[in-house]
């Protein structure tokens, strides 16, 4: 099994940059660290499945002549862990820069809001059990005591409702 040399110094290559960003502060770096060491891997996973083979389905081919599966599902293993870690650092990432930035996310008062909050008519005051009793819980309530006093008289029979049909 020979590798080809151009695949193999790639792969030194992207795991060298790799860790050198993943050392850094910058989490930026770090990311870009993680996917160049992501890729590497797979690169890595690559090189070692060996020679390329058959289609590995049974019965069409004899098993020796067959290309191992095992790999190739490693392969895409790691590109779902990369992709998935890749996910939250961005989510850090952007959570970060969030907490960083000043001023951006306040909400600005304007002159409306600030002539109502240093106005004095808007004091509140204390109401006590009798005053809510006392008062009507709707305007319309003194009408419909007055509307009903005027239908009982109508119908005569003090508001029985049974009134004379001769």
Do not use: K
């Amino acid at each position: 099994m020979t590798m080809p040399l151009a695949l193999l110094l790639a792969m030194v290559v992207l795991y060298a940059i790799g860790v050198y960003l993943l050392l850094d502060r910058s989490l930026t770096r770090v990311l870009l660290g993680f996917l160049l060491v992501g890729n590497a891997t797979n690169l890595l996973l690559f090189l070692t499945s060996g020679s390329f083979g058959a289609a590995p389905i049974y019965g069409e081919t004899e098993p020796e002549d067959m290309s191992d599966p095992l790999p190739q599902a490693f392969i895409l293993t790691s590109i779902v862990i990369t992709f998935g870690v890749s996910a939250f650092i961005l989510a850090l990432i952007y959570r970060a820069w969030r907490l960083t930035t000043d001023g951006e996310d306040e909400v600005q008062d304007d002159e409306h809001d600030t002539t109502l909050t240093s106005a004095e008519s808007l004091t509140t005051e204390e109401v006590t059990d009798e005053e809510l009793a006392s008062t009507p819980e709707f305007e319309d309530d003194e009408d419909d005591e007055e509307h009903d006093e005027i239908a009982a008289d109508r119908s005569g029979n003090g508001g029985t409702g049974g009134g004379d049909r001769s």
